[in-house]
């Protein structure tokens, strides 16, 4: 199916500048990145703390956080992989000072992007999400553990060492510049799955330098561009930072990184399911 073609701005849109959410908060006419609090939001920072326990079998925990909305670009009819690499350098500012702003609260600051119809994703308008609270989820939380344990017996972060054998093999390495490297990890589980990290070790998103920003930006666009030629068309992807948490002690062991796991297989439109 060809994709669909998009105007430059939606009237109906609840992302696009000066137009109405849930609840009829509008938005600014905003020009660049613009973020707000999710009217959805699933964490709210003022819960109170409450627990269940049903013998061990029904466990649950209320969790204080918050949930926000970031729209990459005015423009409804692009893609971050559209965009222009100033642009996406924008996207990447922003995901830095949420991190940084978030950082002081929350232990965990998730940044996200959900994109494409086939993941779920309910409006084509450029966007990614943040969701922050003081838990790590499971897969961040078993990240720490290993590469912690990793640092104690090897003395290196994980992340680098496994990097060097990617670099030493050059079977999996999709992408690279002075910077960054893109591979598809040994563990990949998605057809297309990327890993896409810092050569240099960097512990968060909030520590990436002036050099790692641009770079960044320039990978950032050729990888988003590969993925949509891929099949030639937008292609669907669920993409997340993963760095080391807040508020923490002994992090060292951490390096920086963003998973990208696209949920397609052979064509547009065939996607894989995991049975
Ligand atoms: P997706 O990226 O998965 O499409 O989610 C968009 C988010 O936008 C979703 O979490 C929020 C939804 O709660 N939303 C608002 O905050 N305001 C609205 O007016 C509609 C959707």
């Known amino acids: ?56 079998l029904m466990r649950a925990e209320a969790e204080r956080g918050t949930c926000r909305v970031m729209c990459f670009s005015p423009r409804h009819d692009l893609s971050l992989a559209e965009m222009e690499i100033p642009d996406i350098q924008r996207v990447i500012d922003t995901w830095i000072a949420q991190a940084s702003e978030l950082g002081q609260t929350y232990r965990w600051v998730q940044i996200f992007e959900n994109k494409g119809a086939v993941m779920g994703c309910s409006n084509p308008h450029p ?10 989820p499971d897969l961040p939380a078993r990240e720490h553990n290993q590469q912690y344990l990793y640092q104690v017996e090897h003395g290196r972060p994980l992340l680098l060492d496994y990097l060097d054998l990617e670099i030493k093999h050059g079977e999996r390495i999709v992408l690279g510049n002075a910077e960054w490297l893109a591979v598809v990890p040994f563990w990949a589980v998605w057809p297309f799955e990327l890993l896409l990290l810092p050569r240099r070790h960097t ?14 930006a320039e990978i950032l666009k050729r990888l988003l561009v590969r993925y949509d030629n891929l099949f030639e068309t937008a292609f669907p992807y669920s993409m997340g930072w993963h760095g ?25 439109t065939i996607k894989k399911f995991m049975v």
């Open 1 to 56: 199916l060809p994709d669909e073609i998009l105007p430059a701005y939606d009237p109906t849109c609840y992302l696009c500048a000066g137009n109405a959410r849930a609840g009829g908060v509008r938005n600014p006419v905003y020009d660049s990145t613009y973020v707000f609090t999710n009217d959805f939001a699933a964490m709210l920072p003022g819960i109170a703390s409450t627990r269940l326990d049903e013998g061990g």
């Open 127 to 136: 966007h990614g999400q943040i969701w922050a609270g003081d838990s790590l």
């Open 203 to 216: 512990l968060r998103l909030t520590d990436l330098d002036a050099p790692q920003q641009q770079e960044l």
């Open 244 to 268: 080391a948490p807040f508020k923490t002690a002994d992090c060292e062991a951490w390096q920086l990184h963003a998973h990208f796991y696209p949920p397609l297989l052979r064509s547009a």
